[in-house]
């Protein structure tokens, strides 16, 4: 018998019922639409800590890493000059060392790459930065969690990557040379940066400079005690060629310490000869030439 298609049960085989968002939200544990920021920013008087600007730069840090439930992000220098409004790359870097000063975001930095940040787990207070569990900044109540096509910030190309993390590097090394040396007042010239900017991009890492720079100021040659007188510890002297920034990063001489020498009278002269050790070698006896005698 065939079933007749205009036939209507008398009761429904079944109900749809609509699931509120709300409940949804309340399952999820995620609020939609805006990115969830931690409590001990207040808490710990981490706000309270950081002008406005290095403020900005951490609230693109969070939206960029937290935002999208990611650990850590790659962000380039002038991403936040774009979102955080700041028209300086040097205030942008100063922020940034502000911010890892204060053990609030960790930079990992990689040679031909650009700084990869994260909100530094390892804080004293209990409400740290989320790492997890925060939703998207998006408005029309769709979840993008771990979905990084969804950032508002693009990355570029390779060739615009090396050159962020270029200027960066150079940046990097320049402010580790004056902390070394206590040379705040000093500005990275022209001179300066291009010495620089040749030893990274032949291959010499951040590190490796650094590590020439330490050596340097280890060296008394090099930091005055030479017959001239003369400091010879400018960034631009050891970067200057390839050989140079060798020879520093070689460098094994640890800090020579100062010896006093005793003040030598003629009551103590005849006793510091009597204890100076001499050694002679014995030689085979020399005939001498009629000359001579």
């Known amino acids: 018998m065939k079933s007749n298609l205009a036939y209507v049960p008398p009761d429904p085989q079944g109900e749809l019922v609509?699931?509120?968002?709300?409940?949804?939200?309340?399952?999820?544990?995620?609020?939609?639409?805006?990115?969830?920021?931690?409590?001990?920013?207040?808490?710990?008087?981490?706000?309270?800590?950081l002008n406005d600007k290095a403020f900005k730069c951490l609230m693109l840090i969070v939206r960029q890493t937290s935002?999208?439930?990611?650990?850590?992000?790659?962000i380039a220098i002038s991403q936040f000059q774009k979102y955080c409004g700041i028209r300086k790359r040097d205030t942008v870097m100063a922020c940034i060392k502000e911010l890892e000063d204060k053990k609030i975001i960790l930079v990992n930095r990689k040679t031909g790459c650009l700084n990869e940040y994260s909100i530094n787990p390892n804080q004293s207070h209990e409400t740290v930065l989320p790492l997890k569990g925060t939703s998207t900044v998006k408005g029309d109540g769709t979840?993008?969690?771990?979905?990084?096509?969804?950032?508002?910030?693009?990355?570029?190309?390779?060739?615009?990557?090396?050159?962020?993390?270029?200027k960066?590097?150079?940046?990097?090394?320049?402010?580790?040379?004056?902390?070394?040396?206590?040379?705040?007042?000093?500005?990275?010239t022209e001179k300066r940066k291009k010495k620089i900017e040749a030893r990274l991009e032949q291959g010499y890492s951040v590190e490796d400079i650094k590590k020439a720079i330490l050596n340097c100021s280890k060296s008394d040659y090099h930091m005055g005690k030479n017959d001239r007188g003369t400091v010879y510890n400018d960034i631009e002297l050891i970067c200057r060629e390839p050989e140079k920034l060798?020879?520093?990063?070689?460098?094994?001489?640890?800090?020579?310490?100062?010896?006093?020498q005793p003040v030598l009278d003629n009551r103590n002269v005849n006793e510091a000869w009597a204890k100076t050790q001499?050694?002679?070698?014995?030689?085979?006896?020399?005939?001498?030439e009629?000359?001579?005698?």
């Open 168 to 188: 960066e590097n150079i940046y990097v090394v320049f402010e580790f040379w004056k902390t070394t040396f206590n040379s705040q007042k000093t500005v990275l």
């Open 143 to 166: 979840s993008t969690a771990k979905r990084d096509e969804t950032s508002p910030v693009k990355r570029g190309t390779n060739k615009e990557t090396l050159k962020e993390t270029l």
């Open 246 to 260: 060798d020879r520093f990063i070689s460098m094994s001489t640890p800090v020579q310490a100062k010896t006093t």
């Open 18 to 49: 609509p699931f509120p968002k709300a409940e949804r939200q309340s399952m999820s544990k995620k609020e939609e639409g805006y990115t969830r920021m931690p409590n001990s920013l207040i808490d710990d008087q981490v706000m309270a800590q």
């Open 290 to 293: 009629e000359w001579m005698v």
């Open 67 to 74: 935002g999208f439930d990611r650990t850590n992000h790659t």
């Open 278 to 288: 001499t050694h002679y070698e014995n030689v085979d006896p020399v005939e001498l």
